[in-house]
RNA sequence: CGGAGCGUAGCGCAGCCUGGAUAGCGCACUUGCUUUGGGAGCAAGGGGUCGCCGGUUCAAAUCCGGCCGCUCCGACCA
C-alpha cells in the first residue's frame, strides 16, 4: 500500500489529488484557481499534442497563434455565446502601473474598451476569418491554434477544472452545410480516435442535448468518458456552429454562381483535462499509471546490489540491457551527456519523445521501486547480480503489477515495441470492460434514479426536453451526458414522459 | 455569492479553552556510518517574523476586533 495516497475506496477525491501530487504532475499556485503543471504534467500534454497535432495535420489543418486578448464588443456581437460565458470571464480594464499612497502599485490608465481574456475564440477567428474570405476560393478554411485559455470558474480541481488551461482550438470555415457538418463529424472522430488509440481511453461519441451543447452552436458533439468511480467526464467537443457567427461577423463569400453567401463554421476542442481524465481511467491505489505511448519515460533499469563489487558489475549489466533496449548510440549519448547526474536517461528513439531511464541514485532498490511506480512509467527493470549470473532481468509491468523474467538476448528496440503495443492493448481493454461493466440499461424514472446512484453510464428512452432534464437534474443530480450516435433504432416509451420517442440518451453523474 | 471549517518549518499536525521560559512532534531535507530482491536503522544537523493589521496586557501563537487567503458542501462549468 502506499503511504502518501488514500485508496480509491475510502476518498476517491483525495485519491486524485494524492496521485498527481505523488507523480509530480501539477501543483497549486499563487494565483486563485491557476495550476503550475510540472515537467512531468508537462511530459504528458507534449505527448498529447504531438500525437493530435499530426492528426490534425492529417486532417488538412494548418496551425496559427490567435491573441489572447479579446475586445469585450466582439463578445456582445452573437446573443448566446455572449450569455454562456459573460459570467466566467477575466477582464482587462487599466495598462501600466503607478505606486499608490500606500506605497503599492496600482492600475494606472483605463483602457477606452475592456478586454477579455479569452475563454474561446470563436469571436475573434470570426472578425479574422471575415477579413481573410472573399470567395468560395478561400474555402475551406482550417485553421487550428494551441493556446491557453481563461474560465473564471468558482471551484477548481487540478486539469479537471482549472481557471487558465491550456488546450487546442480548431475553427474551420466552409462552404455548404454539409462540408461544415462532415467536418464537424470528423473531427468527432478524430477525438474519438485518438482517446482509443493514445489514451487508451474508451469513449462514448454523442449528441449534446439542447440544454448542454455549446453556446453560440447549432449542433455540439462530445466524446464521453467514464471514470472509475463512475462518473462521466466530457473528454473533448465539436461543434457545428451553423452560420450563427458568420452572421455575427459578417463571414461571406461568393459562391460558385457569383451570389453573396455567409459562410457555414465549426469549432472544437480539447484540453488539459485530457489529463485528469487519463489519470481516472487507468491509475490505482498505487499511484499513477501511464498508457505506455503517453509516458516520456518508458521505463526505469533499477540496480540491486550489496557490495562494490557487485555495484559494478551490476550497473555494467544495465548498460548492457539499455544498448539493447534503445541502442548503444542512444545510450553512449546519455551516458555523456548525464556524467555527473544520478538518473541517466536513454532515449528510444532519435526524435528524443520518450526514454528509459538508469537509476543510479544511492538507496535501497525498494524505495526506487516505489518512486517510479507512483510515477507511472509503465515498465521496470530490475537487475540484481542473480539476473547478470544469468543474462537475465526481471520486468514489471505497471498496470497489472506482472512480474516477468526477461533474458538479455531477446532483447531488441522491436521487443520493446512489442511490449509497447501489448500494454496499449491491455489497458484499452481494460477500461473498455469497466466502462461496459457500468453501463445499464433501464426502463422506468425509478431506475434511473437507483441506476444513476450507484454510478456509471445509464441507458434509456429519452424524449429531449429541457425543462425535464432540469428536473432530473434537480432530482438525481444526473444530466443527460449525450445522445449517443449508434443508436439501437426503432423506437420506446420516453422514461420520463412514456412518449414515443426514436432516442436513446445516456444519463450520468458528471465531473 | 450562501452554509461550514481551517491558516503554526516544504507537507501533515499538537500547543490556544486556562496568556508567561529557547514554540514542539511526525514525514521530508543535509551529512556520516551500517543497510540494500517491495517503503531500513543509528547519530548529528539545517529550516519559523505562529496568515496580515490593529487592540487589551508588565507579557500574545494563545484573549478581542477587522481584513486576507485556502479547503469542503451548494449554484456555474472543457
Redesign the pocket.
Given at each position: 500500500?502506499?503511504?502518501?495516497?488514500v485508496a480509491r475506496s475510502k476518498d476517491y477525491?483525495?485519491w486524485y489529488?494524492d496521485v498527481i501530487?505523488?507523480a509530480e504532475l501539477a501543483d497549486?499556485s499563487?494565483?486563485?484557481?491557476c495550476m503550475v503543471i510540472r515537467p512531468h504534467g508537462y511530459a504528458l500534454w507534449e505527448a498529447i499534442q504531438r500525437d493530435l497535432d499530426r492528426r490534425f495535420k492529417a486532417t488538412g489543418h494548418q496551425n496559427a497563434y490567435f491573441p489572447l486578448l479579446i475586445p469585450v464588443s466582439f463578445l456582445e456581437k452573437e446573443a448566446q455565446h455572449v450569455e454562456?460565458f459573460a459570467?466566467?470571464c477575466a477582464v482587462v480594464t487599466h495598462s501600466s502601473l503607478k505606486k499608490g499612497e500606500d506605497g503599492h502599485l496600482q492600475a494606472r490608465s483605463e483602457l477606452p474598451e475592456p478586454f477579455v481574456v479569452r475563454p474561446t475564440s470563436e469571436t475573434i477567428f470570426g472578425h479574422m476569418y471575415a477579413q481573410w474570405i472573399q470567395s468560395y476560393r478561400d474555402l475551406p478554411l482550417l485553421i487550428n491554434q494551441w493556446a491557453n485559455?481563461m474560465?473564471w470558474?468558482?471551484?477548481?480541481?487540478l486539469?479537471?477544472?482549472?481557471?487558465?488551461?491550456l488546450?487546442q482550438e480548431g475553427h474551420t470555415a466552409h462552404e455548404t452545410a454539409q462540408e461544415a457538418q462532415e467536418e464537424t463529424r470528423r473531427m468527432l472522430d478524430v477525438y474519438a480516435q485518438f482517446a482509443h488509440q493514445f489514451l487508451a481511453m474508451p469513449v462514448v461519441k454523442g449528441r449534446k442535448t439542447e440544454s448542454?451543447?455549446?453556446?453560440g452552436a447549432v449542433t455540439?458533439y462530445?466524446i464521453e468518458a467514464l471514470m472509475q468511480d463512475g462518473k462521466a467526464?466530457?473528454?473533448?467537443?465539436s461543434h457545428f456552429l451553423g452560420q450563427n457567427f458568420s452572421k455575427a461577423f459578417d463571414i461571406k463569400y461568393l459562391d460558385r454562381g457569383n451570389q453573396l453567401q455567409h459562410c457555414w463554421t465549426t469549432s472544437w476542442?480539447?484540453?488539459?483535462?485530457?489529463i485528469?481524465g487519463l489519470i481516472m481511467t487507468h491509475s490505482d491505489d498505487?499511484?499513477l499509471i501511464l498508457p505506455p505511448r503517453v509516458a516520456s519515460t518508458l521505463g526505469a533499469v533499477v540496480p540491486?546490489?550489496?557490495?562494490?563489487e557487485e555495484?559494478e558489475q551490476?550497473i555494467t549489466y544495465c548498460k548492457r540491457l539499455l544498448a539493447a533496449l534503445c541502442g548503444e548510440e542512444h545510450l553512449q549519448a546519455a551516458l555523456e551527456r548525464d556524467k555527473n547526474r544520478e538518473i541517466i536517461s536513454v532515449f528510444t528513439d532519435h526524435s528524443a519523445t520518450q526514454k528509459i531511464v538508469l537509476d543510479l541514485r544511492?538507496?535501497?532498490?525498494?524505495?526506487k521501486?516505489?518512486?517510479w511506480?507512483?510515477r507511472g512509467l509503465p515498465f521496470?527493470f530490475?537487475?540484481?547480480?542473480?539476473?547478470?549470473?544469468n543474462e537475465a532481468?526481471?520486468l514489471?509491468t505497471r498496470f497489472d503489477?506482472s512480474?516477468e523474467f526477461c533474458k538479455l538476448a531477446e532483447v531488441d528496440p522491436q521487443w520493446l515495441q512489442k511490449k509497447v503495443q501489448t500494454v496499449q492493448e491491455a489497458m484499452y481493454q481494460k477500461a473498455l470492460q469497466f466502462q461496459r461493466s457500468k453501463t445499464v440499461e433501464v426502463e422506468s424514472y425509478d431506475q434511473l434514479k437507483e441506476a444513476v446512484q450507484a454510478g456509471g453510464f445509464v441507458r434509456c428512452w429519452f424524449h429531449e426536453d429541457p425543462q425535464v432534464e432540469?428536473q432530473i437534474?434537480?432530482e438525481t443530480?444526473a444530466t443527460v451526458r449525450c445522445i449517443p450516435l449508434e443508436q439501437p433504432g426503432g423506437v420506446g416509451k420516453c422514461i420520463f414522459s412514456g412518449r414515443e420517442t426514436k432516442e436513446q440518451v445516456l444519463f450520468a453523474l458528471?465531473?
Open positions: 500500500m502506499a503511504k502518501n495516497i477525491p483525495q489529488l501530487k505523488a497549486y499563487p494565483v486563485r484557481g454562456g459570467m466566467e485559455v474560465r470558474e468558482m471551484r477548481t480541481r486539469f479537471l477544472r482549472t481557471a487558465e488551461f488546450w448542454e451543447k455549446f453556446p455540439t462530445t467526464l466530457q473528454a473533448g467537443t476542442g480539447v484540453s488539459t483535462r485530457l485528469g498505487e499511484g540491486i546490489y550489496r557490495s562494490d555495484k551490476v544511492e538507496g535501497r532498490a525498494v524505495e521501486h516505489f518512486h511506480e507512483q521496470r530490475e537487475v540484481g547480480p542473480r539476473d547478470v549470473a532481468f526481471v514489471k503489477n512480474k432540469a437534474k434537480e443530480k458528471a465531473y
